[in-house]
Structures are given as structure tokens and as C-alpha cells.
Nanobody
Framework: VQLQASGGGLVQAGGSLRLSCAASGGTFSSYSMGWFRQAPGKEREFVSAIRWSGGSTYYADSVKGRFIISRDNAKSTVDLQMNTLKPEDTAVYYC??????????????????WGQGTLVTVSS
């Protein structure tokens, strides 16, 4: 599975961005999809995930209520709508595909395929 993330950019605090991840080369609908981020000097952290059917979604506490994850299996895409952005959301955002069980869905090592990352910069 190849993943291509896009949609990053520079935005002021309080603004919004929509990230998108396009998948190819595999059965997209059989994978759970996740978004992770890595800020400079910090470890990669979980942001959000969605099950193959879209029926279950998961969020880090730091983004809950501000970010919304969605997927379109017909188009093999997963989006992350980011609202009310804060400077601490600044990071490179990565999409990932895998088949994690519920207890591991927030762990980066539960995902087998990764996109190249897209930079989100939130200015104060």
C-alpha cells in the first residue's frame, strides 16, 4: 500500500486545515487508517484513527473536539479536518495504514504502511 498525504501548510491560530491521504496498491477498505504527528525534537504521537468501515473513530485527548477523521473507501482516501488550530499542533503529519486491534490502535508500531508526511505550521 502506498500512501500520499497532502493538505499541510501555514495557518494562523484558530484557523482550519484539511489533510488528505490517498492510498493505492492495496485493498484500502480492509485497513484501519491513522494519523500521527511529529513535532521538532519530539517523538511521533497518535492523533486520530478510523476503522475500515468508518464506524469507529479514535482521537488523542489533545485534539478531541477539534479534529474530525473521515474516510471514503470508494475513493481510497482518509481526511483529517483540523479546526481551532493551536501553535502546539505544529508538526509533520503522517497517515498510516494497518490492522491494529483496539488496544494497539494508538500505537505507531501497529501500522504497516506510512505516507511521507505533510507539514502543518500554526502561527500564534
Amino acid at each position: 500500500v502506498q500512501l500520499q498525504a497532502s493538505g499541510g501548510g501555514l495557518v494562523q491560530a484558530g484557523g482550519s486545515l484539511r489533510l488528505s491521504c490517498a492510498a493505492s496498491g492495496g485493498t484500502f477498505s480492509s485497513y484501519s487508517m491513522g494519523w500521527f504527528r511529529q513535532a521538532p525534537g519530539k517523538e511521533r504521537e497518535f492523533v486520530s484513527a478510523i476503522r475500515w468501515s468508518g464506524g469507529s473513530t479514535y482521537y488523542a485527548d489533545s485534539v478531541k473536539g477539534r479534529f474530525i477523521i473521515s474516510r471514503d473507501n470508494a475513493k481510497s482516501t482518509v481526511d483529517l479536518q483540523m479546526n481551532t488550530l493551536k501553535p502546539e499542533d505544529t508538526a509533520v503529519y503522517y497517515c498510516a495504514a494497518g490492522r491494529p486491534i483496539t488496544s494497539t490502535i494508538k500505537r505507531s508500531n501497529a501500522y504497516n504502511y506510512w505516507g511521507q508526511g505533510t507539514l502543518v505550521t500554526v502561527s500564534s
